[in-house]
Antibody, heavy 119, light 110 residues
Framework: QPQLQESGPGLVKPSETLSLTCTVS??????????WGWIRQPPGKGLEWIGN???????YYNPSLKSRVTLSVDTSKNQFSLKLTSVTAADTAVYYC???????????WGHGTLVTVSS | QSALTQPASVSGSPGQSITISCTGT?????????VSWYQQHPGKAPKLMIY???KWPSGVSNRFSGSKSGNTASLTISGLQAEDEAIYHC??????????FGGGTKLTVL
């Protein structure tokens, strides 16, 4: 069973770039059966899908965030990453990384990391 | 505002059955059998409970079942237990290589 772990700064200033990395253990990120993605949850609110990436680098983004989001993958480190530019307080959330199956379900999740946008 | 509509809260007594609905449109829930359900306890990551409308991941109790009729998907929990108290999120593929979540439903076990 794969394990996913998010890492990155817990505090980001407004207008700057949020950067997070997800490290996958117990399985290869290069598996042809899965995609890897990010989901966020503002405090007290519901889940929001951010996007997915395949080990080859193919990406799929939430249209509402597409202009500010970049996903990347490093197969040598078994990691994938999220960059969100021009952040505001509305981007404050717990950010989760997850594995996505071919039928668009998310079967393994990281524990989540809280990112606060504040000066 | 979520494109998928869930009731904000539902409640039930131990041993009873409850159903949580997830209403979309003919372009998303009604068009794809790619609805999944997640259970989330406070301070924890979501856990996959149902995928492809009605399939169980390994290790999930068969007290949880999923179904779909038209543009509405449903999660039914039978034999309600105290540990089932959590927030339940529905999720659907909505086309254009995009996923959408519902707003979440808080289940209270009385």
């Amino acid at each position: 069973q794969p394990q996913l772990q998010e890492s990155g700064p817990g505090l980001v200033k407004p207008s700057e770039t949020l950067s997070l990395t997800c490290t996958v253990s117990g399985g290869s990120i290069s598996s042809s059966s899965y995609y890897w993605g990010w989901i966020r949850q503002p405090p007290g609110k519901g889940l929001e899908w951010i996007g997915n990436i395949y080990y080859s680098g193919s990406t799929y983004y939430n249209p509402s965030l597409k202009s500010r989001v970049t996903l990347s993958v490093d197969t040598s480190k078994n990691q994938f990453s999220l960059k969100l530019t021009s952040v505001t307080a509305a981007d404050t959330a717990v950010y989760y990384c997850a594995r996505r199956g071919s039928s668009w379900f998310l079967d393994y999740w990281g524990h989540g990391t809280l990112v606060t946008v504040s000066s | 505002q979520s494109a998928l509509t869930q009731p904000a809260s539902v409640s039930g007594s131990p041993g009873q059955s409850i159903t949580i609905s997830c209403t979309g449109t003919s372009s998303d829930v009604g068009n794809y059998n790619l609805v999944s359900w997640y259970q989330q306890h406070p301070g924890k990551a979501p856990k996959l409970m149902i995928y492809e409308v009605s399939k169980w991941p390994s290790g999930v109790s068969n007290r949880f079942s999923g179904s779909k009729s038209g543009n509405t998907a449903s999660l039914t929990i039978s034999g309600l237990q105290a540990e089932d108290e959590a927030i339940y999120h529905c999720c659907s593929y909505v086309g254009g290589s995009t996923l959408e979540f519902g707003g979440g439903t808080k289940l209270t076990v009385l």
